[in-house]
T-cell receptor, first 109, second 113 residues
Framework: RKEVEQDPGPFNVPEGATVAFNCTYSNSASQSFFWYRQDCRKEPKLLMSVYSSGNEDGRFTAQLNRASQYISLLIRDSKLSDSATYLCVVNFGNEKLTFGTGTRLTIIP | NAGVTQTPKFQVLKTGQSMTLQCAQDMNHNSMYWYRQDPGMGLRLIYYSASEGTTDKGEVPNGYNVSRLNKREFSLRLESAAPSQTSVYFC????????????FGQGTRLTVV
């Protein structure tokens, strides 16, 4: 079983819709959680950190469920510019980040 | 502010050739990383350096060596390239380990024929 698992998609969603991704992780001792965004043929960039109480940044909401060992990302009122691959990232209490394989999202006009 | 700079951006090697991928960051970060990204596999950690003077193996270190030359620079060397090392390589840095944001270079697209 992979340490960080994501549904690879693709998710094809009409503009203006709401879309949600989940990610599960294997280690209950995990300390830090992030969502990164990667555009086609570009480097990953931090979208947002995920805090225990949940957090929101504009149209984006991230949630953490430690009991069930998953994190989620909700995108409201999706824009064409949201088309990208979204990477779930976990720090398992060491020096390094472990990446999921990513979920590809395409927003359709 | 250049952030993380990788060179080269593209490279084609013949099997058995060697090369070094260069990475430099100007953000005074302590931690630096090398990842490879393959279709369907996500980013996998090759080596990392938690601080100047230290290096550690990641998930897929075989066939690679690294050097943390100073706080700014972290190079990745392929001693004898194999077709299985065809991939996109990303260097990254963070202030301090896995709890802080990682900044990535633009990537090196390497093809081994």
């Amino acid at each position: 079983r992979k340490e960080v698992e994501q549904d690879p998609g693709p998710f094809n969603v009409p503009e203006g819709a709401t879309v949600a991704f989940n990610c599960t992780y294997s280690n209950s001792a995990s300390q830090s959680f992030f969502w990164y965004r990667q555009d086609c043929r570009k480097e990953p960039k931090l979208l947002m950190s995920v805090y225990s109480s949940g957090n929101e940044d504009g149209r984006f909401t991230a949630q953490l469920n430690r009991a069930s060992q998953y994190i989620s990302l909700l995108i409201r009122d999706s824009k064409l510019s949201d088309s990208a691959t979204y990477l779930c990232v976990v720090n398992f209490g060491n020096e390094k980040l472990t990446f999921g394989t990513g979920t590809r999202l395409t927003i359709i006009p | 502010n250049a952030g993380v700079t990788q060179t080269p951006k593209f490279q084609v090697l013949k099997t058995g050739q060697s090369m070094t991928l260069q990475c430099a960051q100007d953000m005074n970060h302590n931690s630096m990383y090398w990842y490879r990204q393959d279709p369907g596999m996500g980013l996998r950690l090759i080596y990392y350096s938690a601080s100047e003077g230290t290096t550690d193996k990641g998930e897929v270190p075989n066939g690679y060596n690294v050097s943390r030359l100073n706080k700014r620079e972290f190079s990745l060397r392929l001693e004898s390239a194999a077709p299985s090392q065809t991939s996109v390589y990303f260097c990254a840095s963070s202030v301090l380990g896995g709890d802080t944001e990682a900044f990535f270079g633009q990537g090196t697209r390497l093809t081994v024929v």
